[in-house]
């Protein structure tokens, strides 16, 4: 498996303020796969994708991403783990408002010794003609496809996706969920993806349902539909 999560806990806090979000979560997610994480508000999704992408440390349990044991790993490795295996989508873009779309994708563009082709993603996202806007000239879909660009230009093996269509409309959501079933059919980019909406578990291979911490339910998914197909 391409990821192997191994009873991961994770708490914050001491004493009155201590909680434990994440209760010993174990599975594992399949190369080239898109595995969309649910459940309720405060279940733990965001924190397992920190974990996972080396960004917070476990309290205990181990996490494997392509035969590197993540939660072994010190300070300066965990840079280099982000930097050559991951890109980060997150709900609200975290675009730099004073560079333009294509300065924006270049600040993560020389992470990796071989990146994608810029002018390729700029088509494939449908950017070109917004190239030296700024983010206040963008829409949200625009600025989503962006962010987009600027985690793939470093051509990851592993996309991790928190809430990525949460602030936007139905035809900006079902835009960027076919540029992702695109990018995975394309370039066999592993995809986590977080969300709330029910209706996107029908386009994932594998679907993990967390709740108070612990997964609930976990499995493939045999009736995977197309983005295309999706309605909601």
């Given at each position: 498996?391409?990821?192997?999560i191994?009873?991961?806990?994770?708490?914050y806090?001491?004493?009155?303020?201590?909680?434990?979000?994440?209760?010993?979560?174990?599975?594992?997610?399949?190369q080239?796969?898109?595995?969309?994480?649910m459940?309720?508000?405060?279940?733990?999704k965001?924190?397992?994708?920190?974990?996972?992408?080396?960004?917070?440390?476990?309290?205990?349990g181990?996490?494997?991403v392509?035969?590197?044991?993540?939660?072994?790993l010190?300070?300066e490795d965990?840079?280099?783990?982000r930097?050559e295996?991951?890109?980060f989508?997150?709900?609200?873009?975290?675009?730099?408002?004073?560079?333009?779309?294509?300065e924006?994708?270049?600040?993560?563009?020389?992470?990796?010794?071989?990146p994608?082709?810029m002018e390729?993603?700029?088509?494939?996202?449908?950017?070109?003609?917004?190239?030296?806007?700024?983010?206040?000239q963008?829409?949200?879909?625009?600025?989503?496809r962006?962010?987009i660009?600027r985690?793939?230009?470093?051509?990851?093996?592993?996309?991790l996706?928190?809430?990525?269509?949460?602030?936007?409309?139905?035809?900006?959501?079902?835009?960027?969920?076919?540029?992702?079933e695109?990018l995975n059919?394309?370039?066999?980019?592993?995809?986590?993806?977080?969300?709330h909406?029910?209706a996107?578990?029908?386009?994932?291979?594998?679907?993990?349902v967390?709740?108070?911490?612990?997964?609930?339910?976990?499995?493939?998914?045999?009736?995977?539909?197309?983005?295309?197909?999706?309605?909601?």
């Open positions: 498996m391409f990821v192997e191994n009873s991961i806990k994770k708490s806090g001491e004493g009155e303020t201590y909680a434990q979000v994440l209760k010993g979560i174990s599975t594992t997610i399949a080239g796969s898109i595995c969309v994480i459940g309720p508000s405060g279940s733990g965001s924190t397992l994708l920190n974990v996972i992408g080396g960004l917070e440390r476990v309290d205990s181990t996490i494997s392509d035969g590197v044991t993540v939660t072994d010190g300070s965990l840079i280099n783990y930097r295996k991951l890109g989508v997150f709900q609200f873009y975290n675009l730099i408002p004073n560079l333009t779309v294509r924006n994708i270049q600040t993560c563009e020389y992470l990796n010794p071989e994608l082709d390729m993603l700029l088509d494939v996202l449908d950017l070109k003609a917004h190239t030296k806007k700024f983010p206040a963008l829409s949200g879909g625009q600025q989503q962006c962010s660009a985690a793939l230009i470093k051509n990851p093996q592993l996309l996706c928190d809430e990525p269509t949460g602030a936007l409309d139905y035809k900006n959501s079902k835009e960027i969920l076919l540029l992702l695109r059919q394309e370039f066999l980019t592993t995809i986590l993806l977080i969300t909406n029910e996107l578990r029908r386009m994932a291979h594998q679907v993990l967390i709740k108070d911490g612990q997964a609930v339910e976990q499995g493939g998914n045999e009736s995977r539909l197309p983005v295309k197909d999706l309605n909601w």
